[in-house]
């Protein structure tokens, strides 16, 4: 197993067990069922103001068969299979940013096409992150 594999699993295993606290709440240790792997294609992204460290964290799990759990879980599931699930080759929109910088750090981990899926950049501002990424990043404020 590549060190890329354990992390995915990792990150898996982590998503999936904060999951199952959030959904079933507190149980008692016999009737809590173990929590399944996501099927299919799937991404944690989150978005953080300033730069990566900066606290300001938001973060969703967007599956996509069938898309949910995104506020735009359809739009940016449909943007992800049109570029494999590679985040850095979806299409840039004809956008007109403001020359304003007010960063937005973003990152992707999770899998598409069962293969391990890492991104992470730090856009000038949310405009050019909505141009570049389209709505796989739009989450809700």
Same mark, same amino acid.
């Given at each position: ?9 990792? !990150? @898996?295993?982590? $998503?999936? *067990? ?7 709440? /507190? =149980? /008692?240790?016999?009737?809590?069922? $173990? ?9 944690? =992204?989150? !978005? ?12 969703? +799990? +967007? +599956?996509?068969? /069938? ?6 879980? =359809? ?5 992800? #299979? ?6 850095? #080759? ?9 020359? !304003? ?7 992707? #981990? ?18 050019? +992150?909505?141009? @570049?990424?389209?709505?796989?990043? *739009? $989450?809700?404020?």
């Amino acid at each position: 197993m590549t060190n890329n594999q354990k992390a995915t699993a990792a !990150v @898996r295993a982590f $998503l999936l *067990a904060a999951c199952a606290l959030l959904v079933a709440g /507190p =149980v /008692p240790a016999r009737a809590a069922a $173990l929590p399944q792997a996501p099927s299919g294609d799937w991404l944690y =992204v989150t !978005v953080a103001k300033g730069e990566p460290s900066s606290g300001d964290l938001r973060g969703t +799990l +967007l +599956l996509c068969d /069938p898309p949910r759990g995104h506020e735009q879980a =359809v739009r940016a599931c449909e943007e992800l #299979r049109a570029a494999h699930g590679d985040v850095g #080759r979806i299409p840039l929109r004809d956008t007109f940013c403001p020359m !304003v910088y007010a960063p937005v750090s973003v990152s992707a #981990r999770g899998e598409w096409g069962g293969h391990p899926v890492a991104y992470d950049e730090t856009f000038a501002n949310s405009c050019v +992150l909505a141009a @570049r990424t389209g709505a796989v990043f *739009a $989450l809700p404020r």
